[in-house]
């Protein structure tokens, strides 16, 4: 799959005076005129951001639109923050090895006379 970045992402990509932000996660509020979303990168403060209620619904349409996208054309599913908390809920039993049976020799037959 060919990756296509639009002229304007490529521009400020390649801009110095565009600051690049690395977030892995984030958290969101509503105030009485707009959005804020608090963009982290472990647990340390990287960015704020304020959108207009129009703009943070466009925001994750389109960003909904992408993913969906990825994943189609991928054939895997990616997992929100929320699925991987709650996968490794289900999964938090220690891990084990498997049980195997041990292998045993087959006790030979007498011989009938």
Request: proline share 7%; glycine share 4%; net charge positive.
């Amino acid at each position: 799959m060919k990756v296509n970045i639009p002229a304007e992402i490529e521009a400020a990509i390649n801009n110095p005076d565009v600051p690049k932000i690395y977030s892995n996660s984030f958290a969101c509020a509503l105030g009485i005129g707009d959005s804020s979303i608090l963009f982290k990168n472990g647990n340390k403060p990287v960015c704020l951001l304020n959108l207009s209620y129009t703009t943070a619904k466009t925001l994750a349409i389109k960003l909904q639109g992408l993913i969906v996208h990825l994943e189609n054309a991928s054939g895997n599913k990616i997992m929100t923050t929320d699925d991987i908390v709650l996968f490794f809920k289900e999964d938090s039993k220690p891990m084990t090895k498997p049980k195997v049976k041990p292998k045993t020799k087959a006790k030979a037959k007498p011989k009938k006379e």
